[in-house]
């Protein structure tokens, strides 16, 4: 997911006072009552990008929820995949399982 598309606003932005004007105007539009799960994505870009730390964060590290490769299970469900996430954790993790 990238933050940036979700909010509708560009890469290169520094002003965190217009990240967060996206942030709320993305929250009038899309209220949780209503959509919970864009409300959801919303959040979720927001708290990637909100501050200067946090925008460091994601351009040095990339993804945080891709740092924790157990994670990577929920992209790979079992319904939809018959080998399951162990073959591309192998991968990732450079080795066997």
Do not use: C
């Amino acid at each position: 997911m990238n933050p940036y598309v979700v909010l509708g606003i560009p890469e290169d932005i520094e002003d965190d006072e217009a990240i967060r004007n996206a942030w709320l105007e993305g929250v009038r539009r899309f209220p949780p009552e209503k959509y919970g799960e864009q409300f959801a994505k919303i959040r979720e870009a927001y708290e990637m990008i909100r501050d200067r730390e946090s925008r460091f964060r994601l351009w040095t590290f990339g993804d945080p929820r891709l740092s924790n490769t157990d994670a990577l299970v929920d992209f790979f469900p079992a319904d939809r995949n018959h080998a399951g996430p162990g073959p591309w954790l192998a991968v990732i993790r450079g080795g066997t399982r």
